[in-house]
Each structure stands twice: as C-alpha cells, then as structure tokens.
C-alpha cells in the first residue's frame, strides 16, 4: 500500500516467502525500480526478466531469486492506493497476457476491499468522534447543571471527578486544588486509594508546571510526573494526562487522569482536547461552589455576631445593671442603722431573685432544657408561655407535632426562628396578640408566627437584615428549608419551611 502522499510503500504484504526471508533481505522494500514504475505509472505491467528492465533497481543481499513479474495498479475511483505483484511462476515460465488480466481483475477486486474496509474504517472513526463529543457535551451539561442546582463544594468535585474520568475512560481521576504553593488532593474517582490528606508541591511536580504554564501535558511514563503516583495510592500507574483547571485567567487546581483503559494506556490528542474543553466548564463550577461556600460562611459569622451582640445587650442592659444597682444599695447599707439595713437586705434579697430569674431565662433562651427532654412541641408551648408572661401579649399557640421526634437540627433551627420571631414581636411591633402554629405534613415542618402589630417597614427592615432576620434566614437555609416574611399595613407573618429526613 502507498503512503499519504503516493510516492513511495507504507505497507508491504508478501505471500510465500517466509520469516527467514524477511530476515536475510532486512528492510522491506520502500517502492524503488520496477515498484517506483509502478507508482508513477499506474499501469499492468508483464516482463520477461525484472533484471533487463531499464528501471531494475537489483536486489539486495540474501533476497530471493525473482525473474518473471507481473503487476497491476490499485486503483480506488481513478486514483492509486497502492499495487498487486506476482513473481517467479512456478515451472520457471512465463507470466502469460491471461495471467495479467487475472491479475488486473483481482487488483479491481482488492481496490472495492480496500475501498470498503477505509469507508468503514472513516465511519467508525467518525463515530468515535461523534460519541466523544456528545460525551464531552454531556459532561459539560451536567456541570452547567451543577453549578446551577448544586453549590455545594464536596458535592460538584465529587460529579467533576466521575464524569471527568468518564469522558477519557482513565482508570483514575484526581482532582488537585492550589493552596498556596502546594496542591491539596480534593477528590477522587475510580481505582486506587489517595491518602484524603495528601499534598504535593507546585514546584516538584509535574502538575505544578502544567498549571503555572495555563497548559495541558501528556505524560507516557509517570516517571516524569516528579512525584510518584505511589504517593497517591495508584502505585501501578503507567500514563497520565494533566489539564489545569482555569478561571477567568486565575489557575485553581489540575484534573491529573491515569492510564486510558483499552489496549493502548496512553492517553491521545482527542482525550487532551476533551478534557481541556470539560475543564473550563469544570473551573466555573468550582469557583461558583467555592465562592457560595465563602458566602455562606460569611452570612453565618455575620449571623453568629449579631446574635452574641444580642445576648450581650441583654446581660448589659438588665442583669448587669441590676447587680450593680444591688451593690451599691447594700455599700450604703453598711452605712446606715440596723433597721435600715434590714430593709435593703430584704430587698436586696428579692431583686437577687428576680436577677436569677432573669439569668434563668436567658439561659433557657440558649438552650431551653424542654427542647432535649420533651421535643420540639413542649419547647414550643413552653416558649408561648414564658413570651405571655413576660411580655403580658395574649399569645396563642397551636402546635401539632404529635408523638415523633425530629432531627436534633431541625428542632434546634425551629425553635429558635420561632423565639426570634416572638422576639421581635415583643420587642418592635407594638401588637396586641401573636400566633404560634407549627404543623408536620408529608415530610415538612411549617412553623408559623403572626401578629397584629405595626408590621414591618418595607424593604429597609425585611431586605437588610433588622430584627436578625439574616440569622433566621441563614439557619433556615443551612437546613435546606426556606422562610417567608409578609408584612402589610398592620402585622406581620413569618412562615419557615423544613424538610424532615
């Protein structure tokens, strides 16, 4: 068979001449003499003696005898593909014009094979191609799809991972993120078993270079990766391939791939282009997770702050004040006569009491001990109860939860957006009355606190966090639920929603 270019033999078959053959001649020919006639003149040719022929090329050492010879072009639609020779007839006679023609039909034969074989052979190619793509489209999709639906980090690494290795059928896929100057194993999908806490530095590995570089690497022997794959618990790794992980020109991590399962290890260009691709979609859904993870964590220190400001401003603003008004009533008792000293004894006896309430009460607004002990109904009713009685609001509770026990976290969460509900209530509204409703349905927990208040002034208070509704929002999205605030002219309703697992 010719090559690309039809100048010289890519592929040279024989028949009767065995592997001794081979040996004694060496290199097969490469299309000189005689065969380089038959390339530039694509025509059958018959002769008596190769050697009288102007264009004999002779022959090497150790090559066998050869005298007679036909051959024929070929051709697939005009153009030669490559050339059908025979040689040495048996009986030492020559190659009749019969014999030529014979040949000439099984050459016109051999070009529909050879044509048939290559159509068949582009087609398979093509839908490789095809299936690749729409694998590496797929993959894209479900990315998209996460950075859409899913901000959680552990959760995108986890699905970049498996449909990563799945695009370039690796045997493993690691997903590497920069932390300073090292990379941080973040994930791992396939065989081996990584060490959850393994590190490698950026200037020892290979991975580093990919990524300060912005560039792919192919790697055929892992014993260019400057780290042993033995470290990552893929002792038996032979190839690898390395894309970096960008994002808006900012390099976050590498996807490190190893050995492409199927008879050849390595990984080819295809495979590089795949991945390249997957990987910007893939960045975009680390930064996008990575980034709503920092959100969060902010809107929870935020929350966790304004809440301690609370507690302080209650222990400042009563408990502290009265200790000091108790003391210094006792130091002026020292100075006064018995009589008038057991006066302010006893009276300091019943603000002692009252104090100790107070600290009772703001004790059991952390952690009301009803919440362990009896469940999330009797904690509700108890809240209800305490509010009515400190706050003198008619408070009305409806709770029906029945006998099951909640998830601790949900109980937790719904106490407390209720607490700072009815908080708020007392504290901003200026109502008459409140209702505390809180009903389990299909799965969910609906709590519900309305009352006949001021209601709240539009979006300053209800979009900017007052009355720490950025920490009743943030507790009820760590749980996965959602709250609601309506506000009209007169009251307000907050409405929370938890699912129950």
């Known amino acids: 068979m010719l090559d690309d270019r039809r100048r010289e033999l890519s592929q040279f078959l024989t028949s009767g001449a065995g592997p001794e053959v081979h040996q004694a001649v060496g290199h097969l020919p490469r299309g000189h003499g005689i065969l380089g006639l038959l390339i530039t003149e694509p025509e059958p040719i018959r002769l008596h003696d190769v ?16 005298r007679s010879f036909i051959g024929a072009p070929i051709a697939i639609r005009g153009e030669a593909w490559g050339n059908l020779y025979l040689t040495e007839k048996q009986g030492g006679a020559d190659f009749e014009a019969d014999d030529l023609r014979d040949l000439v039909a099984l050459a016109g034969w051999a070009a529909i094979a050879i044509d048939n074989a290559r159509l068949y052979h582009a087609s398979e190619e093509r839908r490789v191609e095809l299936e690749r793509a729409v694998g590496g489209m797929e993959a894209s999709m479900d990315i998209a799809i996460a950075v859409g639906g899913e901000t959680d980090l552990d959760r995108v690494l986890e699905l970049i991972a498996k449909r990563a290795r799945a695009l370039v059928e690796a045997d493993a896929l690691l997903i590497w993120l920069r932390d300073g100057e090292e990379l941080r194993l973040a994930a791992h ?9 393994v590190v490698v530095p950026l200037a020892r590995a290979t991975m580093g270079e990919a990524l300060e570089r912005r560039q792919p690497q192919r790697v055929d022997d892992v014993r260019r990766l400057g780290v042993s794959p033995a470290v990552y618990g893929l002792p038996e790794a032979s190839s690898a391939l390395i894309v970096p992980l960008l994002f808006r020109g900012q390099g976050l991590g590498v996807l ?33 997770a990575r980034t709503v993870s920092e ?23 009563a408990t502290l004040q009265g200790l000091g008004a108790l003391k210094l009533g006792l130091s002026a008792a020292r100075r006064t006569d018995p009589q008038r000293t057991r006066e302010v004894l006893d009276a300091a006896v019943v603000q002692l ?4 309430a107070a600290l009772r009460a703001i004790v059991a607004d952390l ?22 009685a400190r706050s003198g609001l008619d408070v009305d509770a409806s709770v029906e939860l029945g006998d099951t026990r909640l998830p601790p976290d949900t109980e937790t969460i719904a106490y ?10 007392v504290k901003h509204a200026e109502a008459r009355s409140v209702r505390l409703e809180a009903r ?36 009820a999205a760590l749980a996965g639920g959602r709250m609601r605030i309506e506000s009209s002219g007169r009251g307000t309703t907050v409405e929370l929603s938890l699912p129950v697992g």
């Open 256 to 288: 490190l791939a190893f050995d492409h399962l199927g008879d050849d290890a390595t990984f080819g260009v295809d495979d590089e282009r795949a991945l390249l691709s997957f990987a910007a979609s893939a960045a975009t859904a680390v930064a996008t």
């Open 440 to 475: 389990l349905r299909d799965g969910t927990l609906a709590v519900r606190v309305s009352d006949d208040g001021r209601g709240i002034n539009g979006e300053r208070d209800a979009g900017n966090g007052g009355f720490g509704l950025i920490g009743m929002r943030e507790r």
């Open 416 to 425: 407390r957006i209720a607490q700072e509900a009815l908080t708020n209530v």
């Open 353 to 356: 009491d009252e104090e100790i």
């Open 189 to 197: 999908a396939g065989g081996g078993s990584p060490p959850a806490d």
């Open 367 to 388: 952690r009301p001990a009803a919440l362990d002990e009896l469940g999330l109904g009797a904690a509700m009713r108890t809240l209800a109860s305490q509010v009515a």
């Open 295 to 317: 959100q969060r964590l902010r809107d929870s220190l935020t929350a966790a702050e304004a809440e301690r400001k609370r507690w302080a401003r209650e222990l400042h603003d």
């Open 51 to 66: 050697a009288e022929h102007p264009r004999s090329y002779g022959f090497p050492p150790g090559h066998p005898p050869m």
